[in-house]
């Protein structure tokens, strides 16, 4: 008898007891991650009631690649592009929400006694809320649609990418164990430019890389190639001194502006599905009820912050961005749960061990409780809105109201603030790019032409050129390159006294430039003459070549916008995007608290096939339709004779209170009695002396109507006539063969 591995029992345990208790989970509508945290307790060895895993090393090596694709599969979800468009009504509430949240449980775990580490870890499991959760919900309820409903994607999409940084920064601090500011301000420092630089190379390269192997992929090879650049990008994270899940998300987020992003994501979701089960089985292996006992004070406490801590400091977020107070009661008391990350914190605590074991039984009671608690905080969301209008003086209100119409109607930035956000960001991206060359020959290039060149002239002449000449491009448009806008052209010729101001950016630049490249030839360069006679002749240079340059540069700049538009370009949605995903148009909207809404027309809607003007929707309801999709065509601002037909879908503008009145009557389908195949019949029908349609045409004998069916045959003695004519005329012992509803080819048998 074979040998079977450890592993492969304790895999088998974990899946079946997993799928049981899953779907019991599903049976009960209830989140499927608390099932697959209770499946690990079942198997754990702190109960013995079940077979226990025996094997817990692997079972862990397996939930923490769990924890790599679950980072992976966030980034593909994730994008930088819907970071930016998420817009700063729902950055202020996450920001507001979080740095409160993270404070408050901070203080909380110090009340209760716990060391710095335990109570800074709790403060980061705390900062995110569950994106699963709150899409379970809010679909149960039918809210998905309304206006508060979008805010909180907004600061879902937020926190994941402030989670991720936290705890990057709280692996920083146990492993370092410095908690001075600048300690802490360095940290920042480094994640947020190998960020950036992550990003930019990233995007520059993937997209291309992809491009051109995309000919010979297949769903096997994107999923091989895929998981390959996320472990690279994992491995690259690592030896920075970053989180194996930071480089998933990085890698996750790049892959998610290419033209593949969908299919990655389809493609690796089983596995991602597989590993994750893994990873949240092991969460409940961790759990000990007798600490859940222990710690129930302390369980309760935690609960109590997160539901009353989340809901006020996001509800807070929200009036302080200028939501009205009604939808930000309603973003507040969405957001009263942790999420996912708490068990991935709390795991990355674990791992490096400095945090206590009874984090674990804590999260997991706090997360199953405002699990429950979610649906019901949602749904009462409105009523504690209605009361607490009577309750407070209407002057109050009608402050924080007009706070909330006063910031909507705010306009747009001003042309100075527009020049100078594309002036940081030239010297941000190029900074970057020439710190990031300079790491690069100073830790790699120049040590290994040193190692391996024996000539000290030629180690000079590489030693000051090469550097030099790789960052030529970078340092040019860091120095010369202007913000190709209208905006930079009016501010220069609107008025003289705006020259002064770009005059002394451009002078700054300059020196800025000079300063740079001094820096690089005091590192590389061996001797004084050598730097300043290299400093003239590289500035010369850059003159007298700034054509060719500015060419160079604007085909590298060109291709990474292509690469980061490729997906929106490409895709059948495009334009739908640019209409719908407008920050513009959506914080237009929002000054009169309308937003828009899409739904798909059903095959049965009762109004398929009329006209918008028949259907009198604005007249009755108050509602716009603004686009209407069909298949690859988006047809904008629909007249009156446009016609809806099934599938379509369509972008409805209206407010919240209209679009509760409106959708009856959206998803309203026609009444048709249920048939199925069984209901279809091939029969025949005998024409003898008694018939009444002897002597009459197929169309005059009416068959076809009465049958629901097709005449699609007559024997007439030894004559077959196949598919016969309407004007075919039936004759005395013709047999019809008729395809139509079982029960009426049966009753017109009896008749004829």
């Not at 120095?479 to 220069?492: D, F, H």
């Not at 050598?530 to 003239?536: A, E, G, N, Q």
């Not at 495009?574 to 148009?585: C, F, I, M, Q, S």
């Not at 914080?587 to 937003?595: C, G, M, P």
Request: net charge neutral; with cysteine; hydrophobic share 50%.
């Amino acid at each position: 008898m074979g040998h079977l591995p450890k592993l492969i029992e304790d895999l088998a345990l974990i899946l079946i007891v997993a799928a049981f208790v899953v779907l019991l989970f599903r049976k009960i509508k209830q989140p499927l991650v608390l099932g697959y945290i209770i499946a690990g307790f079942l198997v754990s060895p702190n109960l013995n009631i079940f077979p226990s895993v025996v094997d817990s090393a692997n079972i862990k090596t397996l939930a923490e690649i769990g924890v790599i694709f679950l980072l992976f599969s966030l980034g593909l979800e994730f994008s930088f592009k819907k970071l930016m468009n998420v817009g700063g009504s729902a950055s202020i509430t996450a920001f507001v929400e979080i740095i409160f949240i993270t404070i408050a449980g901070y203080y909380t775990g110090r009340w209760l006694g716990w060391s710095v580490m335990d109570s800074m870890f709790l403060g980061g499991m705390l900062a995110s809320s569950s994106t699963t959760i709150i899409i379970r919900a809010f679909d149960e309820l039918g809210v998905k649609t309304r206006n508060f409903a979008k805010t909180v994607f907004g600061v879902l999409v937020v926190e994941d990418i402030v989670v991720i940084l936290l705890m990057v920064l709280l692996s920083t601090i146990a492993v370092t164990k410095e908690f001075e500011g600048t300690q802490i301000l360095f940290t920042v420092a480094k994640l947020l430019f190998f960020l950036i630089l992550w990003f930019l190379l990233g995007i520059f390269l993937i997209p291309t890389l992809l491009k051109k192997i995309k000919p010979l992929v297949d769903d096997e090879i994107l999923l091989i190639v895929s998981i390959g650049l996320c472990l690279g990008m994992v491995l690259i994270a690592v030896n920075v001194g970053f989180s194996a899940e930071l480089g998933a998300f990085v890698m996750g987020s790049i892959i998610a502006e290419t033209t593949v992003a969908e299919k990655v994501e389809h493609t690796l979701k089983s596995v991602k599905d597989l590993f994750a089960a893994v990873f949240f089985v092991s969460v409940g292996m961790m759990i000990d009820y007798q600490e859940m006992m222990v710690y129930a004070w302390p369980i309760f406490i935690v609960t109590i912050l997160t539901i009353f801590g989340k809901l006020f400091s996001s509800a807070l977020g929200a009036l302080l961005s200028g939501q009205p107070l009604k939808q930000s009661i309603q973003v507040g008391m969405s957001m009263a749960q942790i999420g996912e990350f708490a068990f991935i914190v709390a795991t990355l605590g674990l791992s490096l061990g400095v945090i206590s074991d009874f984090l674990f039984p804590v999260a997991v009671g706090v997360s199953a409780i405002t699990t429950f608690t979610t649906p019901y905080l949602i749904k009462l969301s409105e009523p504690f809105y209605n009361w607490l209008v009577k309750v407070v003086p209407p002057k109050y209100i009608k402050r924080i109201n007009q706070y909330s119409s006063n910031t909507q109607n705010i306009q747009a930035e001003s042309t100075w603030k527009t020049i100078l956000t594309l002036y940081a960001r030239i010297l941000l991206i190029n900074g970057i790019i020439i710190l990031a060359i300079y790491l690069m020959f100073s830790n790699f290039i120049i040590p290994a032409i040193n190692e391996n060149l024996d000539s000290n002239d030629i180690k000079n002449i590489i030693g000051n050129a090469l550097p030099v000449l790789f960052i030529l491009p970078f340092l040019w448009a860091l120095m010369v390159k202007r913000p190709g806008t209208v905006a930079y052209k009016e501010l220069w010729t609107k008025t003289k006294y705006n020259r002064g101001p770009l005059l002394i950016i451009e002078i700054t630049r300059i020196i800025l430039g000079i300063v740079i490249l001094g820096f690089f030839l005091d590192r590389f360069a061996s001797t004084t003459v050598s730097f300043f006679i290299t400093i003239p002749v590289a500035i010369v240079f850059m003159f007298m070549f700034s054509k060719r340059l500015n060419k160079f540069y604007d085909r590298l700049e060109k291709r990474f916008i292509t690469n980061l538009n490729d997906r929106a370009t490409n895709s059948d949605d495009a334009a739908l995007t640019r209409l719908t995903g407008n920050t513009e148009v959506i914080s237009n909207l929002a000054a009169w608290d309308v937003h828009i809404v899409e739904h798909q027309v059903k095959p049965l809607a009762e109004f398929v096939g009329k006209t918008l003007l028949e259907l009198q929707w604005r007249e009755k309801f108050g509602i716009n339709i603004g686009y209407i999709k069909r298949g690859a065509k988006l047809i904008h601002t629909p007249d009156r004779n446009e016609v809806l037909m099934p599938y379509d879908k369509v972008g409805i503008i209206g407010t919240d209170e209209q679009f509760q009145v409106f959708r009856p009557v959206f998803d309203s389908e026609e009444v048709v009695p249920e048939e199925n195949a069984d209901h279809i019949k091939l029969g025949k029908i005998l024409i003898n002396h008694h018939s009444v349609k002897k002597g009459l045409t197929i169309r005059e004998s009416g068959i076809r109507d009465k049958t629901d069916g097709l005449v699609i045959a007559i024997r007439r003695g030894n004559e077959r006539i196949l598919n016969p004519e309407s004007s075919e005329v039936l004759q005395l012992d013709d047999i019809v063969w008729v395809v139509g509803n079982r029960k009426k080819i049966e009753k017109l048998n009896v008749e004829i």
